[in-house]
Nanobody, 115 residues
Framework: QVQLVESGGGLVQPGGSLRLSCEASGIIFGIYTMAWYRQAPGKERELVARITTSGSTTYADSAKGRFTISRDNAKNTLYLQMNSLKPEDTAVYYC?????????WGQGTQVFVSS
């Protein structure tokens, strides 16, 4: 059974930082492209950042320069370091694993940026 479990969300003030984690089980983590998506209320789910098996990264324009995606294959864990957070970053953040015709999603973790 594949599980992606996100953690690290919460309430943070504008300008603050959060580090999201996604622990994977039931898959060979190292052979999947991993990504973070987010969905704000009333909006479609959107890609935030992606990291391939070789470590190549892609970021949404809104995340460039502020967010860093990384992975630790030994720990089966994906990370998203988010700095300089803005109210518009408020959303549910989802972990995604893709490859070999399969896509897996976590249950999401809420990030709320407000003063």
């Amino acid at each position: 059974q594949v599980q992606l479990v996100e953690s690290g969300g919460g309430l943070v003030q504008p300008g603050g930082s959060l580090r999201l984690s996604c622990e994977a089980s039931g898959i060979i983590f190292g052979i999947y492209t991993m990504a973070w998506y987010r969905q704000a209320p009333g909006k479609e789910r959107e890609l935030v950042a992606r990291i391939t098996t070789s470590g190549s990264t892609t970021y949404a324009d809104s995340a460039k320069g502020r967010f860093t995606i990384s992975r630790d294959n030994a720990k089966n864990t994906l990370y998203l370091q988010m700095n300089s957070l803005k109210p518009e970053d408020t959303a549910v953040y989802y972990c995604n694993a893709g490859g070999f015709g399969m896509i897996y999603w976590g249950q999401g973790t809420q990030v709320f940026v407000s003063s």
